[in-house]
């Protein structure tokens, strides 16, 4: 059973593109979850989503971010003209229902801006 | 204002000998409580979660609970090289996570 994976990797990106982040959850897992990884601080959530729905997007930045989790595919994390500040390392965790304690995280986007 | 604190170290400990990793939160409606391991460059795992007061072990890891003081803590016995890591505590109020910033551990050989 694959685990969360998370693709790109590693992610370059010029002030002012657009960085497209993909999560797949673990099969059978429909609730995802974001986070954010600035360096030297802790993990900061960004938005939970079930299938085709945002339940809780209140960590998220009220502009340039948006995130989805369409009925197919993978839950995309979009980050519209990037700015440097944006740099960090973006971490996805899925979990089969909203149970915290069951969330698994997968390995992350590490995202440069420069 | 949800805020969860440690110290961030960097904690190092001989080989052997237990480490003891502190968090403090500030939301009392807090329920739930969480260590998470992160080896750098790598992604979080859980280690334990604990949501009543008092100990609870698991391995050579025994996490503590109190929440008239707020406070939650990792013990971490006969800690090994391989414990070298940052260690994050994280609280569940409601509906997501906060995080600490973490305590960084290295044990030494």
């Known amino acids: 059973n694959a685990g969360v994976m998370q693709n790109p990797r590693h992610l370059v990106r010029r002030r002012g593109q657009e960085a497209r982040l993909r999560c797949s959850p673990m099969?059978?897992?429909?609730?995802v979850y974001w986070y954010r990884q600035l360096p030297e601080e802790g993990l900061k959530f960004m938005v939970y989503?079930?299938?085709?729905?945002?339940?809780?997007e209140s960590g998220m930045p009220k502009e340039r971010f948006s995130a989805e989790f369409p009925k197919e595919g993978p839950s995309i994390l979009r980050i519209q003209q990037v700015v440097r500040g944006d740099s960090a390392a973006y971490f996805c965790?899925?979990?089969?229902?909203?149970?915290?304690?069951?969330?698994?995280f997968g390995p992350g986007t590490r995202l440069l801006v420069l | 204002q949800k805020e969860v604190e440690q110290n961030s170290g960097p904690l190092s400990v001989p080989e052997g000998a237990i480490a003891s990793l502190n968090c403090t939160y500030s939301?009392?409606?807090?329920?739930?409580f969480f260590w998470y391991r992160q080896y750098s460059g790598k992604s979080p795992e859980l280690i334990m979660f604990?949501?009543?007061?008092g100990d609870k072990e698991d391995g050579r890891f025994t996490a503590q609970l109190n929440k008239a003081s707020q406070y939650v803590s990792l013990l971490i016995r006969d800690s090994q090289p391989s414990d070298s890591a940052t260690y994050l505590c994280?609280?569940?109020?409601?509906?997501?996570?906060?995080f600490g910033t973490g305590t960084s551990l290295t044990v030494i050989p």
């Open positions: 965790a899925s979990s089969p229902f909203h149970s915290q304690e069951t969330q698994y």
């Open positions: 099969k059978g897992h429909s609730h």
């Open positions: 989503l079930q299938k085709e729905n945002i339940i809780d």
């Open positions: 939301d009392r409606g807090s329920q739930s």
């Open positions: 604990i949501y009543s007061n």
């Open positions: 994280a609280v569940l109020p409601g509906n997501q996570f906060y």
